[in-house]
T-cell receptor, first 113, second 115 residues
Framework: ETGVTQSPTHLIKTRGQQVTLRCSSQ?????VSWYQQALGQGPQFIFQ???????GRGNFPPRFSGLQFPNYSSELNVNALELDDSALYLC???FGRGGLEQFFGPGTRLTVL | ELKVEQNPLFLSMQEGKNYTIYCNYS?????LYWYRQDPGKSLESLFV?????AVKQEGRLMASLDTKARLSTLHITAAVHDLSATYFC???????????????FGKGTKLSVIP
C-alpha cells in the first residue's frame, strides 16, 4: 500500500509568480484535502476534493485553486504569490467525504521571496 | 466558527515526569484527533476519539474526550526525550451543504523533554 506523496519537497518562488503543488493520494482513497501550515501555527484547511469536485473550502482567496484527477491525485495552484503564502503545504487523503481518518503526506515547503 | 484552543503552547519537562496537555473546542463536534509533528516533518496520527468518555492509550501517551465539556486531554506518563515534538489536537466539523469533514487545528503544544 502506497502512502500519500507530494512534490516537490521544497520550492522557492518570487512574489507575483504562480505555483503548482502535487499530491498523490493513498491507494484506495478518493478524497484529498489541502492544508496550509505557516511557521509556528497549526494547519489551516484550504479545500477538499471528492471524486474530482470541490467539496468544501476554507477561508482562502480565489487565487488558491485546485484540481483532482480521475486517479484521485490532486493539484493545488496558487496565483499571484504573496510573501505570506510562504508555508508548509500538506495534503491529506481519505476515503469518502466523511472518512474517519485523513492521512497526511510529507508536505511541500514553499518559500516566497 | 469552530475554534480550538490548546494549552500550554510550550512545555518543557524533565524525563520521568508526568504532564497533561489540554484541548478545548468551541462547538459540538463528533471527532477529535491528536497528531504529532517533528520539526520539518508531516503530521503523524496518534489518536482518534469519537465518543464521550473515550480513552485511548499508546505507550506513554493517553488521550481522553469529554464532549460535554468540549475538552480533550493528552496525558504524558514518565516522559522520555523521544517524545519531544509538537502535538496538535484537531476537531472536525461538517462543512455545511457539502458534507465534507474539514479539520480545525489548535496552535499546537511544543513539548521539550529534558534529560
Amino acid at each position: 500500500e502506497t502512502g500519500v506523496t507530494q512534490s516537490p519537497t521544497h520550492l522557492i518562488k518570487t512574489r507575483g509568480q504562480q505555483v503548482t503543488l502535487r499530491c498523490s493520494s493513498q491507494s484506495g482513497h478518493n478524497t484529498v484535502s489541502w492544508y496550509q501550515q505557516a511557521l509556528g501555527q497549526g494547519p489551516q484547511f484550504i479545500f477538499q476534493y471528492y471524486r474530482e469536485e470541490e467539496n468544501g473550502r476554507g477561508n482562502f482567496p480565489p487565487r488558491f485553486s485546485g484540481l483532482q484527477f480521475p486517479n484521485y491525485s490532486s493539484e493545488l495552484n496558487v496565483n499571484a504569490l504573496e510573501l505570506d503564502d510562504s508555508a508548509l503545504y500538506l495534503c491529506a487523503s481519505s476515503f469518502g467525504r466523511g472518512g474517519l481518518e485523513q492521512f497526511f503526506g510529507p508536505g511541500t515547503r514553499l518559500t516566497v521571496l | 466558527e469552530l475554534k480550538v484552543e490548546q494549552n500550554p503552547l510550550f512545555l518543557s519537562m524533565q524525563e520521568g515526569k508526568n504532564y497533561t496537555i489540554y484541548c478545548n473546542y468551541s462547538t459540538t463536534s463528533d471527532r477529535l484527533y491528536w497528531y504529532r509533528q517533528d520539526p520539518g516533518k508531516s503530521l503523524e496520527s496518534l489518536f482518534v476519539l469519537l465518543s464521550n468518555g473515550a480513552v485511548k492509550q499508546e505507550g506513554r501517551l493517553m488521550a481522553s474526550l469529554d464532549t460535554k465539556a468540549r475538552l480533550s486531554t493528552l496525558h504524558i506518563t514518565a516522559a522520555v526525550h523521544d517524545l519531544s515534538a509538537t502535538y496538535f489536537c484537531a476537531v472536525t466539523s461538517a462543512y455545511s451543504g457539502a458534507g465534507s469533514y474539514q479539520l480545525t487545528f489548535g496552535k499546537g503544544t511544543k513539548l521539550s523533554v529534558i534529560p
